[in-house]
C-alpha cells in the first residue's frame, strides 16, 4: 500500500515555508557584502524538491500576510507548488526566516522563528483539504513544535488516514523550536507511531529513544510494529533501510560540500520521485542521497535541488557511492 501510494506522485505536503538569506561560496557571515535570497522551510523544500523532480505537490502551512509571505508563496509557485492551502496571516506573525553561511567547517545557520506564521496553521486549515486527491501525506517535525499547528497536523493525520492515505514522516528534529526537550520526545514520538514511513538520522531516532545508542533499536522496532518502513540516516556513513522483510544499507555520493542544509529535504523528494517512476526502493534511496549530495555542494536550498536532467548527469558522472 504504501510503495503503491507514493507511486501516484502526488502529495500533500504540510508543513512551513520560509525565506532563506546565504552567503556567496566560501563566504563567512562577517565578510559578506551580499547575500542571496531563496524559499527554504523543510516541507515547502521538499515540495519544491518533488515537483522539480516531475511530481506533484501540494502545501498546507499559513505565510505572513506581508512582501515575505507574498515572495515565499510566489517562489512555491515558480516551482510548481499547489498553493491552494497556503494561507496568509496577518498581524505580528511572520515567516521564518534563515541566515546561513556557505561554507562547511564551523558552518553557522541562523533561523528567526519567533511569532511564526506557520504555527498558526489550525484544524480549519488541514480540514479543507480534499485528501483523497493525492497520494500521500508528507510532514517534518517542526509542524509539532507549537499550537495550534500541532493538533492541526495530528488532526491532518486522521484525515488523511480517512482517506486511506499513508503518512511520511521526517522527524527533523530542530532543537530551537521546542519548548523543552522532553515535550519534543514525546510529540515527536507519538507523530512517528502514527507513520506509515519514517525517515530521520541517527540522532533524531537517539533522542526519541532516550539514548543515542539505541536509536537503531528504536527505528528497527518501529519497523516491526506501526510502520511498513523506515530510513535511518547516519550521515557520511550512509544509511540503513528497514522494513518487516529486509534491512540494507547504502552508501552516499561525496562531494566537495559548500554547506549541510538542505540535503534531508533533497534526499526525501528524490526518494519519493524515484520510487514513484519505479525505481527498485534500494535504488530509489541511493537516488535520494545523490539528491541531497547536489544540493550540499551549492548556495541555497529550494533553488539547488536538481531536476531530473541534472540528476541523472550526476550519477552518470560520479565515480559511485561509497561501499557498505
Known amino acids: 500500500m504504501l510503495l503503491d501510494a507514493i507511486a ?33 522551510g523543510s516541507a515547502a523544500n521538499i515540495a519544491a524538491g518533488i515537483c522539480k523532480l516531475g511530481g506533484q505537490a501540494a502545501l498546507v502551512t499559513r505565510v505572513s500576510d506581508d512582501s515575505v509571505g507574498s515572495y515565499c508563496t510566489g517562489q512555491l509557485k515558480h516551482y510548481g507548488v499547489n498553493t491552494v492551502h497556503v494561507t496568509p496571516v496577518g498581524g505580528e506573525y511572520r515567516n521564518s526566516l534563515a541566515f546561513y553561511e ?31 486527491a493525492f497520494g500521500a501525506l508528507i510532514t517534518a517535525g517542526t509542524v509539532f513544535a507549537a499550537e495550534p499547528s500541532r493538533s492541526a497536523s495530528f488532526k491532518a493525520f486522521d484525515l488523511a488516514k480517512e482517506s486511506n492515505l499513508p503518512i511520511i514522516f521526517d522527524v527533523d528534529y530542530r532543537p530551537y523550536s ?20 519514517i525517515v530521520g538520522n541517527d ?65 526525501m523528494s528524490g526518494l519519493m520521485t524515484s520510487i514513484a517512476d519505479g525505481h527498485s526502493l534500494k535504488d530509489a534511496v541511493l537516488r535520494g542521497s545523490a539528491c541531497a549530495s547536489i544540493v550540499v555542494a551549492k548556495p541555497g536550498c529550494a533553488p539547488a535541488m536538481p531536476n531530473p536532467s541534472e540528476l541523472e548527469a550526476f550519477l552518470s558522472s560520479h565515480p559511485g557511492p561509497t561501499s557498505v
Request: charged fraction near 25%; glycine fraction near 10%; hydrophobic fraction near 40%.
Open 102 to 132: 556557505s561554507v562547511v567547517d564551523g558552518h553557522r545557520n541562523v533561523i528567526y522563528r519567533n511569532g511564526a506564521a506557520d504555527f498558526q496553521m489550525d484544524a480549519e486549515d488541514v480540514s479543507k483539504v480534499d485528501y483523497s
Open 178 to 197: 521546542w519548548p523543552a526537550a522532553e515535550v519534543a520526545a514525546d510529540v515527536l514520538s507519538r507523530a512517528a507511531a502514527q507513520s506509515d514511513m
Open 8 to 40: 501516484q506522485n502526488n502529495f500533500v505536503v504540510v508543513g512551513r515555508a520560509g525565506i532563506d538569506f546565504y552567503t556567496d561560496a566560501g563566504v563567512r557571515a562577517e565578510d559578506a557584502e551580499r547575500v542571496s535570497v531563496g524559499l527554504g
Open 203 to 267: 540522532e533524531e531516532f537517539g533522542f526519541m529513544a532516550g539514548s543515542y545508542d539505541k536509536g537503531l533499536d528504536k527505528a528497527r522496532d518501529l519497523a516491526r510494529t506501526t510502520a511498513s518502513l523506515v530510513i535511518y540516516k547516519m550521515g557520511e556513513h550512509g544509511a540503513i533501510t528497514i522494513s518487516r522483510d529486509e534491512e540494507f544499507r547504502t552508501g552516499i555520493y561525496p562531494v566537495d560540500a559548500l554547506k549541510p542544509n538542505g540535503a534531508g529535504d533533497s534526499f
